[in-house]
């Protein structure tokens, strides 16, 4: 039961996901799409949540598991004294539909097959008929799935199908299941797909993800995370998820768990940065635009993060589940959106300052929201919020939300100047310059020379780290490098980073966070220090698991990995460190 966050991969459309064990079960996947309740979800209630189980029968083999190659197709390869068979494992592209087919490989392999539904986050279980000898459908609720198969399907206990079927070298057994509306195959699906009809699927959508994996400026290195990125966009919308799961927890036992099936401004600033830098540019407008479209308008409606069709409503409630590893409350919805975080104003303007300075300056309309932004943050940057950690507490006075406001102000004046915008030039100005002043007085500890989470604060803050890129201190500013230092030092999780070692609302508390560290090798880098660039980073990234996938958060005492998965925020830091240390080493990027 549960096994570690680690021994799961990943695969997507963009629209919807899975993840997949290493003994290729699906434990968790949400139809029709990525922010819709789950049809398999035993990751969060062993008990009731269902799955979808190949292997072969038995347990004497061995496992291994690849991406084919730049795909999120994953090929799980099983290795018995009979022979060797694999599993490939794929959402198909434009489509809610699962496809798993298993190849023979050499010899003969028996399989054993369960497919297990329950919509609704486990709460539903299906209705199961039988049209035909290949074909099922399970309803429920307003959830409904065909299943197909080259094997025969029986039904057992009701409510699961079964399966047992031999492979043989050269051999494909087929299966696929599909979501519909449970009206629209009512009373019968439509024709089963063919043979040939699942295989054309299957390469239709390994070419579209070599397709989206086109030769660009992105290093081995780094090609991984930028898949996973595209796996976490959805292709219609251009929206981000910040994670594919929920509620996984920062702690076994604990009650940080966290609905992040949600798109966040903070990371579409990332994400359009890293993903232009790795030459993803249409994958990076898609998400700009999408920040753009959800975002303006009304700023005193602005929020901090939305849903992958631009959705503001997104309460946040708990579900009677179990949780991970007993891990309560399992949330659906995040409380968050409605909160005031500061740090929001400036990564709007910091897009588009950033897109204007790629050729693609604001227009008029977008130019009038883009005033008011800029005007809330020259208001109200004085304050407290509640920060980009997004802390359940009472509000602070933030020194990374008010250098951000800083950047909300200085980016309007250089848009206003160079795209030769009226602007409120010097209101905006005094601002900027009172911002600057307030956060080197009381957000500066002069005794120890660095500057502190909060003002009146002694404590640290890893968010410290992103200070200069975005200019407000310059890397070799010697306040910044006394910062780094004590951050590295203070906040230090045997060799990772901790975000922070202060009181948050929250009981409990949480591992390493990865992107802090792979933020601390970046720093390093752009400072010139190699060596340490080089020793952050490559602790930062064994944390992935085999297939390259990163977590959240990582408890280096069990060595596990803990928090939502794949988390894109950790990837986007992943690339930015690599890049960061690609360039201070002097090597081009390969093109």
Not at 36 to 61: K, T
Not at 335 to 349: C, I, K, P
Request: proline share 4%; aromatic share 10%.
């Amino acid at each position: 039961m549960y096994p570690p966050i680690s021994d799961y991969g990943f695969i997507s459309n963009g629209d919807a996901n899975a993840l997949v064990s290493r003994v290729a079960s699906i434990d968790w996947c949400c139809l029709p799409r990525a922010d819709s309740a789950s049809v398999f979800g035993r990751l969060l209630d062993w008990d009731r949540g269902g799955f979808w189980h190949i292997a072969p029968a038995g347990d004497d083999f061995e496992i291994s598991r690849r991406y084919v190659g730049g795909s999120l197709i994953l090929a799980t390869t099983f290795v018995s004294h009979g022979g060797c068979a694999r599993v490939l494992d794929c959402m198909t592209e434009g489509a809610p539909e699962l496809l798993r087919i298993v190849e023979g490989v050499r010899g003969e392999v028996e399989f054993a097959l369960r497919l297990a539904p329950r919509f609704d986050y486990g709460d539903v279980r299906p209705w199961l008929r039988q049209h035909g000898e290949h074909q099922w459908s399970a309803v429920g609720g307003n959830d409904a799935l065909v299943v197909v198969g080259d094997a025969p399907l029986d039904r057992e206990q009701e409510h699961d199908l079964i399966a047992q079927f031999r492979t043989r070298e050269g051999e494909r057994t087929r299966f696929a299941v599909r979501w519909y509306a449970p009206e629209t195959i009512d009373p019968n699906p439509p024709a089963p797909p063919t043979r040939s009809t699942i295989d054309m699927r299957l390469q239709s959508t390994r070419a579209w993800w070599q397709h989206r994996a086109r030769e660009t400026d992105a290093a081995a290195s780094t090609q991984q995370s930028a898949l996973v990125l595209m796996g976490l966009t959805n292709p219609k919308t251009g929206a981000v998820l910040a994670a594919a799961t929920t509620s996984l927890p920062e702690q076994i036992g604990g009650e940080r768990n966290w609905d992040y099936r949600f798109s966040w401004i903070r990371d579409s600033e990332f994400a359009v940065r890293s993903l232009a830098e790795l030459g993803y540019d249409e994958e990076a407008d898609a998400f700009r635009r999408f920040i753009e479209r959800s975002a303006a308008g009304d700023v005193e409606s602005l929020r901090v993060l939305y849903g992958v069709e631009g959705q503001r409503r997104l309460e946040e409630r708990t579900l009677d589940l179990e949780g991970y590893r007993k891990s309560a409350p399992v949330r659906v919805g995040n409380a968050a959106a409605t909160q005031r975080q500061h740090d929001v104003f400036g990564y709007l303007l910091e897009l588009t300052w950033r897109w204007h300075r790629r050729g693609r300056s604001p227009d008029d309309d977008y130019w009038r929201f883009l005033t008011t932004v800029v005007d809330r943050a020259a208001a109200e940057w004085d304050s407290p919020d509640r920060g980009m950690w997004e802390i359940r507490g009472e509000p602070q006075h933030f020194v990374h939300s008010k250098a951000m406001c800083w950047v909300a102000v200085d980016r309007g004046l250089k848009l206003a100047e160079r795209c030769l915008r009226h602007a409120p030039v010097r209101d905006w100005r005094h601002a900027r310059d009172e911002v600057r002043r307030a956060i080197e007085r009381d957000g500066y500890d002069e005794e120890r020379g660095i500057f502190v989470r909060a003002f009146g604060s002694s404590e640290l803050d890893s968010a410290l780290l992103l200070l200069p890129a975005y200019d407000f201190v310059s890397y070799d500013d010697e306040r910044m490098v006394r910062t780094v230092d004590a951050i590295a030092r203070e906040l230090d999780d045997n060799g990772l980073l901790r975000r922070y070692d202060s009181a948050d609302g929250i009981e409990g508390s949480e591992g390493a966070f990865v992107a802090c560290s792979f933020w601390l090798a970046e720093c390093y880098a752009q400072m010139g220090r190699a060596r340490d660039a080089a020793s952050v980073f490559s602790r930062a990234a064994a944390t992935a698991n085999d297939l390259g996938l990163f977590a959240e958060e990582y408890d280096t005492n069990r060595r596990e990995l803990r928090g939502n998965f794949p988390q894109a925020l950790t990837h986007l830091a992943h690339i930015r460190a690599a890049v960061a240390i690609e360039g201070s080493s002097g090597i081009a990027a390969r093109r």
